[in-house]
């Protein structure tokens, strides 16, 4: 069964710090996403990343794919309130369904 | 803008009841998915559709059933409804399947509770 675990569960930050969040795996996916969700809304997609060791800039958000295609991180640079929200790794199993972390919970501090 | 709609965003049930949850997507999705989120341990899959009338069972399916008599429309159903289905349910659609690194588009999401 492939799983994907992130850490932290919880982070709770100042505005204008940096942080990173992890997703890991003990299996190979042939690509993973991270979706953001803020509080009463669904999941909105951020990034799709599908080659080992892509770097993807999205304005202050980096994501990287691990070179082996287990792992991927989010760095955040200099975050803001309306970061605030749960980010969740995804990636799709052998049977094209797609599975998810349990997702990190940020808050950004004014 | 893809826009994937639900019937309702809060609902309160008694154990027992019959329970139906809707949702709409307006982009001519060939792909729908029903999940379930519950505090860490994030999206769950409970059914997902590839096509109309066709409906493939995902993680959880236990307790639920599904319908897609359209396109457009995917509905979750409760046979029965019981405490350990209160949740948040999300719908969501995307134009390929998963394993093509498509996008899934996502529903506000509906909080159930069953009392």
């Known amino acids: 069964t492939q799983l994907l675990e992130q850490s932290p569960q919880f982070l709770s930050i100042q505005e204008g710090e940096n942080l990173t969040v992890y997703c890991n795996s003990s299996s190979v996916f042939s690509s993973l996403q991270w979706y953001r969700q803020e509080p009463g809304e669904g999941p909105v997609l951020l990034v799709t990343?599908?080659?080992?060791?892509e770097v993807k800039k999205l304005k202050r958000l980096t994501f990287q794919f691990g070179d082996a295609r287990k792992d991927s991180s989010l760095h955040i640079t200099a975050a803001q309130p309306g970061d605030t929200g749960l980010y969740l790794c995804?990636?799709?199993?052998?049977?094209?369904?797609?599975?998810f972390g349990s997702g990190t919970r940020l808050l950004v501090r004014p | 803008d893809v826009k994937v709609t639900q019937s309702s965003r809060y609902l309160v049930k008694r154990t027992g009841e019959k329970v139906f949850l809707e949702c709409v997507q307006d982009m001519d999705h060939e792909n729908m998915f029903w999940y379930r989120q519950d505090p860490g341990l994030g999206l769950r899959l409970i059914y997902f559709s590839y096509d109309v009338k066709m409906k493939e069972k995902g993680d959880i399916p236990e307790g639920y059933s599904v319908s897609r008599e359209k396109k457009e429309r995917f509905s979750l159903i409760l046979e029965s409804a019981s405490t350990n289905q209160t949740s948040m349910y999300l719908c969501?659609?995307?134009?390929?399947?998963?394993?093509?690194?498509?996008?899934?588009?996502f529903g506000p999401g509906t909080r159930l509770t069953v009392l």
């Open positions: 995804a990636g799709p199993d052998s049977s094209y369904k797609l599975i």
């Open positions: 969501a659609s995307s134009l390929l399947l998963a394993g093509t690194a498509d996008t899934q588009y």
């Open positions: 990343v599908v080659t080992g060791g």
